[in-house]
C-alpha cells in the first residue's frame, strides 16, 4: 500500500474468519483478485496481533457470485462492468440488501438521477464510507431498520403522543 493509506483492523476474529471465508468462495466461483485478497500484517509492532486483511479488489465478477449478492463487510470491492444506467441500476437493486451505495463520476446530474434510484439508505457520491454523526445512517430491505445517528434515531427512542387541548367551553358528553 502506499504510504498514509489508513486501513483498520477487523473488528473480532470471527468477522476476521468470515471475510476471509468470502475471499475463498470468491475465487471458487472464479473471480480473479486483482490486489490483495488475505491476511496483511502491518509493519508498526504496535499493530501486531492485529486482525487485518489486505483491501481487496476482485475483477471477473458476476451477479450470481455470493460475494456480490451478500454483504460482505470487509475491505472488499467486486467489479462489475455494465453499458448503461439503466442496467447499473437495476443490477445494483436487485438484492435483498441495501445498506450502502455510492456512485463516482464527473457528472454530478448523472451521479443525483443515479443516487436517487438506488435502493439503499446510506448514499455516498465521489467518495465512500463518509457519515459524519448528523446524518442518519441505516439501511432499506433486509439491511437493517430505524436509523442510527443524527436527529431521526431519537425516533427510535421516543414514542410520540398527540393531545388536543380545547381552551373554550369544555365539551364532555360522559358527565
Do not use: H
Not at 44 to 67: K, Q, R
Not at 117 to 135: D, R, V, W
Amino acid at each position: 500500500m502506499e504510504d498514509g493509506v489508513k486501513v483498520g483492523a477487523t473488528i473480532c476474529k470471527m468477522q476476521y474468519d468470515k471475510i476471509l471465508k468470502y475471499l475463498d468462495i470468491a475465487r471458487q466461483e472464479g473471480a480473479n483478485v486483482l490486489c490483495g485478497g488475505g491476511p496483511v500484517t502491518p509493519d508498526d509492532p504496535e499493530l501486531a496481533g492485529g486482525l487485518y486483511i489486505a483491501p481487496t479488489v476482485l475483477g471477473d465478477c458476476t451477479d450470481d457470485m455470493t460475494v456480490v449478492k451478500e454483504e460482505v463487510f470487509g475491505p472488499v470491492l467486486s467489479i462489475l462492468p455494465f453499458d448503461t444506467e439503466e442496467e447499473a441500476i437495476r443490477r445494483a437493486n436487485d438484492t435483498e440488501f441495501g445498506l450502502a451505495a455510492a456512485v463516482c463520476t464527473e457528472n454530478l446530474s448523472r451521479a443525483y438521477r443515479v443516487i436517487s434510484k438506488l435502493e439503499a439508505g446510506s448514499c455516498n457520491i465521489n467518495t465512500y464510507n463518509a457519515y459524519p454523526e448528523y446524518i442518519p445512517f441505516g439501511g432499506y430491505k433486509n439491511s437493517g431498520m430505524g436509523r442510527e445517528l443524527g436527529e431521526e434515531c431519537l425516533n427510535y427512542y421516543s414514542q410520540t403522543k398527540s393531545v388536543y387541548v380545547e381552551t373554550g367551553e369544555p365539551w364532555c358528553p360522559f358527565e
